[in-house]
T-cell receptor
Framework: AQSVAQPEDQVNVAEGNPLTVKCTYS??????LFWYVQYPNRGLQFLLK??????LVKGSYGFEAEFNKSQTSFHLKKPSALVSDSALYFC???????????FGAGTTVTVRA | SAVISQKPSRDICQRGTSLTIQCQVD?????MFWYRQQPGQSLTLIAT?????????ESGFVIDKFPISRPNLTFSTLTVSNMSPEDSSIYLC????????????FGQGTRLTVV
């Protein structure tokens, strides 16, 4: 079985401040980890992924995420948030040998000007 | 990456009726999936659409309620049958491009409201 936990329903930050969205996971095999963003009335957009290699991965729009195997975490970060980053963020995981994605509950990010 | 077109983008339907959602991809893909996102909830996998054979449904989802077709490698449909207000959700088509990427790509989704 696999699962994802996003412990925060909402994250509020001021523009220009660092943004962190937390994610922890559970999977039986090797994890493939993903972050997606959903803007209002839009589909899901892929941000970044961890498959193997460097634990720090960089993605779209200045986002990055750090894979921590010992803590089974994959937190999303952005050094300087923009108002346009306000959206719903989903962390997802699947086993490397499987195709089924499991999603977290989502975290609503609000960046105030 | 493949481009996914989903129709309709939104609909308001009467309870007891059925709605068929179409998903068209601009290239041949190995795997296509259907997800549901209920209001304020995360995404839940409904089924895997298999080309040329019956779909594989996840626990809690049945073929009579959510019949799926996949006649070829670029097209799939999901029907929501005998709808009730509890079926009001966003339905998303997604795919994986075998051998080229590991992430899933999503269509824009269909926002369904059942009244």
């Amino acid at each position: 079985a696999q699962s994802v936990a996003q412990p925060e329903d909402q994250v509020n930050v001021a523009e220009g401040n660092p943004l962190t969205v937390k994610c922890t996971y559970s999977v039986s095999g090797n994890p493939y980890l993903f972050w997606y963003v959903q803007y209002p009335n839009r589909g899901l957009q892929f941000l970044l992924k961890y498959i193997t290699g460097d634990n720090l991965v960089k993605g779209s729009y200045g986002f990055e995420a750090e894979f921590n195997k010992s803590q089974t975490s994959f937190h999303l970060k952005k050094p300087s948030a923009l108002v346009s980053d306000s959206a719903l963020y989903f962390c997802a995981v699947r086993d490397a040998d499987d195709y089924k994605l499991s999603f977290g509950a989502g975290t609503t990010v609000t960046v105030r000007a | 990456s493949a481009v996914i077109s989903q129709k309709p983008s939104r609909d308001i339907c009467q309870r007891g009726t059925s709605l068929t959602i179409q998903c068209q991809v601009d290239s041949q893909v190995t795997m296509m999936f259907w997800y549901r996102q209920q209001p304020g909830q995360s995404l839940t996998l409904i089924a895997t659409a298999n080309q040329g054979s019956e779909a594989t449904y996840e626990s809690g989802f049945v073929i009579d309620k959510f019949p799926i077709s996949r006649p070829n490698l670029t097209f799939s449909t999901l029907t929501v049958s005998n709808m009730s207000p509890e079926d009001s959700s966003i339905y998303l088509c997604t795919l994986r491009e075998a051998g080229r990427s590991t992430e899933a790509f999503f269509g824009q989704g269909t926002r369904l409201t059942v009244v």
